[in-house]
């Protein structure tokens, strides 16, 4: 079985303290975690003198355009982009074309997986009014997605009366994306005729999402269903959870809703635009609070990559939403180094908390007998995020311009070298997730 060393690294223990040594793996498997560890008969031997070793972020919330939407990103894409930004799993929305509304969508889109991710994978499938049995067999999948409001066409189940079966059967994880449809499409008719994109924080304000977060966990908390919540992005969202939340909900952020506000349409017009949407300052800092205070349970980008051309149709034709994988780790390393928070709370959040939600067996830390999905990040220097070396197909990050510390150097998927110092290893190819 193929053997990897990686020596001499900082090394983040289960307990959130550092080792400075080196760690073995053998087929994909953490064997040994120590000081010292004799490289006599192995072959694949990593020196990560001065690099700091963390289990690999996993990605709970992406939209990666495969099948049917493959001019904006495509699962090679994609995955290229995850390996470079330290993501060694991820699970993806149903609203690519045909919907994932039904095992043979599901089986297609893992046949797919299969052949074309160079990390791990997992797949939500949607919901509809109408295809509830789906929702009930549907295998192997993270959960259930709901598209509460924001959602075009058959994956829009915005009613109460609808929701409600959904809640009413089965077990399994639901995940909403909450905003009030109906508020926005009132919302929609009084702004019409405005194209500056900052209006679209006013037609999906804060009260939309505020509605549909109450509705779902209303819900949640009459059948007791798992319920988890996407992309929070209000303060008063975090304060309704943080005074209602059972210990069955979760819930995330993103990096965006956390760093950028209201104030980047200025700067990067319909980049800026993504649903739901960004908020005031204030809202960040909110955000922040309920994160380090665990009302917030973890991080997912919502990577949802739209072309440049496609995003300068101007406001409202512009499609919402912005890429993520690659940038979010060192963003919130960034932060871990400015003070905010620790380096052991951000990988709690991008790894250990999300693998743990999802049930996902053996990932997450970084101890004997868990998968060997890891980065290497240099929390050292800073570099700029720029667009010519972005993996992504739709090729432009918000955050552009950005100097940023914990850049991955070096990305490992299942014991396999994917990513090192610039070079993708395009051969490696990662697993279908399990769900306990
Ligand atoms: O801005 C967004 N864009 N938010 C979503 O939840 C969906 C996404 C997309 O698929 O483009």
Redesign the pocket.
């Known amino acids: 079985m193929t053997q990897l060393l990686i020596r001499h690294a900082q090394i983040l223990l289960p307990d959130g303290q550092f080792l400075l040594g080196d760690i073995l793996t053998q087929g994909g498997t953490i064997l040994k975690v120590a000081p010292e560890i004799s490289a006599q008969d192995i072959d694949n031997i990593i020196d990560a003198t001065g690099l700091t070793l963390l289990p690999g972020v996993i990605d709970p919330q992406v939209?990666f355009r495969e099948p049917g939407l493959e001019h904006k990103e495509d699962l090679f894409t994609a995955t290229c982009a995850c390996a470079k930004g330290g993501v060694t799993s991820f699970l993806e929305?149903p609203?690519t074309r045909p919907l994932t509304i039904t095992q043979a969508a599901l089986d297609d889109k893992l046949q797919l997986a299969a052949q074309k991710c160079l990390v791990n994978y997992g797949f939500f499938i949607g919901a509809t009014p109408d295809h509830l049995p789906d929702l009930l067999t549907a295998n192997p999948t993270c959960g259930i997605k709901i598209?509460m409001g924001?959602?075009h066409g058959a994956l829009l189940v915005s009613r109460e009366a609808q929701l409600e079966p959904i809640f009413a059967e089965g077990s399994r994880l639901i995940a909403v994306?909450a905003e009030d449809q109906a508020r926005i499409i009132q919302r929609r008719q009084e702004f019409a005729g405005i194209t500056d994109p900052a209006i679209h924080s006013q037609i999906q304000d804060e009260e939309a999402a505020l509605n549909a977060t109450k509705l779902a966990l209303k819900l949640s908390k009459k059948y007791q269903r798992r319920l988890h919540i996407?992309?929070l992005s209000t303060g008063i969202e975090a304060q309704f959870l943080r005074e209602n939340k059972p210990s069955w909900v979760t819930a995330e952020v993103t990096p965006q809703h956390l760093l950028l506000n209201t104030e980047a349409y200025e700067k990067i017009g319909t980049l800026a635009?993504?649903?739901?949407p960004l908020r005031s300052p204030e809202n960040n800092t909110i955000l922040w609070q309920a994160l380090l205070d665990g009302v917030i349970d973890f991080i997912a980008t919502?990577h949802?990559p739209?072309t440049l051309e496609e995003k300068a149709k101007g406001y409202p034709n512009s499609?919402?939403?912005?890429p993520g994988v690659e940038t979010s780790l060192p963003l919130m390393l960034t932060q871990a180094k400015s003070g905010r928070c620790s380096i052991a709370q951000v990988v709690n959040w991008m790894s250990t908390a999300v693998a743990k939600a999802y049930k996902i067996p053996n990932k997450g830390l970084i101890e004997p007998g868990y998968d060997a999905d890891l980065v290497l990040v240099d929390l050292e220097n800073y570099y700029p995020v720029k667009r010519e070396t972005l993996q992504t197909k739709c090729g432009w990050s918000p955050f552009e311009g950005w100097e940023l510390t914990g850049w991955p150097m070096v990305t490992i998927v299942g014991g396999k070298v994917v990513y090192d110092r610039g070079e993708l290893n395009t051969n490696v190819r990662g697993k279908a997730l399990t769900f306990g």
């Open positions: 939209h929305m609203n598209f924001s959602s994306h996407l992309h635009q993504m649903n739901p919502d949802a739209h499609p919402s939403g912005m």
